[in-house]
């Protein structure tokens, strides 16, 4: 059953004002607007939750994790009946993710019941060490406190009130205020319906998670800049991820950003695999272009490829492929406004040529399909900027050089994709050690061994819960949700609370 209102530490809390949801079908319901006075109510309850909950047990917070996954999964119906109401999505698209939700969950309550995350250190002390002895030093990762997150509009349920970022925090011991997203506030709803019962069930504080509905920047503005906020999760366009950035810079003690943000996904298609099979990966681009309606993050927008026949073949097949896919219903009118705005500013582009385009009004969006010279993509940088939706480019290079300057100018990227063939290895590394398949979505240069893996899925959520030890989510985002402290440790029960 949908109220309507927000959830903060344990309350159905109203509001003074409302606002109607806009489905896709179905009816529409009255949320309540949030304002700055429910986030600091939440909070204010997560930090107090945070004495407790922080100092709980790995194994009562897998139990914790695994209770909201059985929860979830018991309203596996009613969820998928307004998710599709609310996006659009089909039933099937929002089963999966509830599978993987769910998943997710579980996934983090076995991986924290293992202890490794902790990456507990000791040195013992060596009273004998010359000049000065060393004392007896213990380190392990703790958690940082509250954690706000902000549901992503094109996955209501792996990205959103318990997604990948919730499931990683409640992990390490963080509680989590949730800036629901006004695209699918029922289908929020009833999940933070289900994390209110596992609450309940395993005696949780109830201040451990709160959902905020609706409001303006202003409520963004206010949960972001709480000085009892220690790190913020955001999957979104990277203007707005940029702005929370920037708030969370200019904080008076900075936090961490942890930001999944928009990318076009560049493809760069070498010679031998482009003669090779052209029109295989041309029809398997628009299938992957327009899938979703092209409303995902890993979205494909860019093709590279070298002029000429084989480049013909490449277009013609994924011009075939792109006309016979019809009009797809778009998250939000939001959404569907921004990528009829996106398609004309392309269009207008200079030396752009469009191939594919038709009128896309209401809710609606069909496929485009531009083209465009390695020398006009080079000298317009607003060709690099996201359009989400089923967009996409095709740059015309002249040669290897070319396409290697198009692969140095890609700004971060959460994925790039390079086709080769056994003839291409001699000039495969060099795209690679351009950084533009070993970029984080901050631009920053990954390890060797970290090239090609992506910030998204299933590997993006562990991701957040291995920030934790410093390893491989230092190289993803920012900073840790869980800050590794050097404990001189001269009582025992300092030290039987730190090896939890």
Not at 460 to 488: E, K, W
């Amino acid at each position: 059953m949908i109220t309507g209102v927000h959830l903060i530490a344990g309350n159905w809390t109203n509001g003074e004002h409302t606002f109607s949801s806009e489905p896709a079908h179905g009816p529409s319901h009255e949320f309540a607007v949030g304002t700055s006075t429910h986030v600091n109510a939440a909070v204010e309850a997560a930090e107090n939750a945070f004495e407790n909950y922080g100092w709980s047990s790995r194994r009562d917070r897998a139990r914790f994790l695994n209770a909201i996954a059985d929860e979830i999964d018991a309203r596996g119906v009613a969820i998928t009946e307004i998710g599709s109401q609310e996006t659009g999505l089909p039933e099937a698209r929002l089963q999966s993710e509830c599978s993987r939700t769910v998943g997710q969950l579980r996934l983090f309550a076995e991986h924290i019941l293992k202890g490794d995350y902790l990456d507990l250190r000791h040195d013992p002390a060596l009273l004998d060490r010359e000049p000065l002895p060393r004392a007896d030093l213990r380190l392990i990762q703790r958690p940082l406190g509250p954690v706000a997150v902000f549901g992503a509009s094109n996955f209501p349920l792996a990205f959103s009130v318990a997604g990948g970022d919730t499931a990683a925090a409640l992990a390490a011991g963080c509680p989590v205020v949730v800036k629901g997203h006004s695209a699918h506030p029922g289908t929020g709803e009833i999940v933070a319906q289900a994390i209110e019962v596992a609450i309940k069930s395993t005696g949780m504080h109830p201040g451990v998670f709160s959902l905020v509905q609706g409001g303006k920047r202003d409520v963004g503005t206010s949960l972001v800049q709480h000085p009892l906020i220690r790190a913020v999760g955001f999957t979104g366009s990277l203007g707005g991820g940029r702005a929370l950035f920037d708030l969370c810079a200019r904080r008076p003690e900075p936090i961490p950003f942890f930001g999944e943000l928009g990318s076009v996904n560049p493809m760069f298609l070498l010679p031998a695999a482009t003669s090779a099979r052209g029109g295989e990966i041309g029809s398997a681009w628009s299938s992957s272009l327009s899938m979703g309606a092209g409303q995902f993050c890993t979205n494909p927008g860019i093709a590279v490829v070298i002029d000429g026949l084989d480049a013909d073949a490449f277009q013609s097949a994924a011009e075939a492929e792109l006309g016979a896919v019809g009009e797809q219903t778009m998250l939000t009118d939001g959404i569907a406004d921004a990528y009829r705005k996106g398609t004309t500013r392309i269009a207008e582009g200079n030396g752009v040529r469009q191939v594919i385009g038709t009128t896309c009004d209401t809710r609606h969006a069909a496929p485009y399909l531009f083209t465009v010279s390695g020398d006009d993509w080079l000298a317009d940088e607003a060709l690099q900027e996201e359009v989400f939706g089923p967009l996409g480019i095709v740059v015309l290079v002249r040669d290897m050089d070319q396409m290697l300057r198009i692969a140095k100018s890609i700004q971060g990227q959460l994925t790039c994709t390079i086709h080769h063939d056994d003839e291409d290895k001699a000039v495969v590394q060099k795209p690679a050690d351009t950084g533009a398949q070993g970029r984080t979505p901050s631009g920053q240069q990954l390890p060797d061994w970290r090239r090609g893996l992506r910030q998204h899925g299933a590997w993006r959520a562990l991701s957040r819960l291995n920030q934790l030890r410093g390893d491989i989510g230092r190289y993803l985002v920012h900073s840790p949700l869980s800050a590794p402290r050097l404990l001189s440790v001269n009582s025992r029960r300092i030290a039987a609370r730190s090896s939890r």
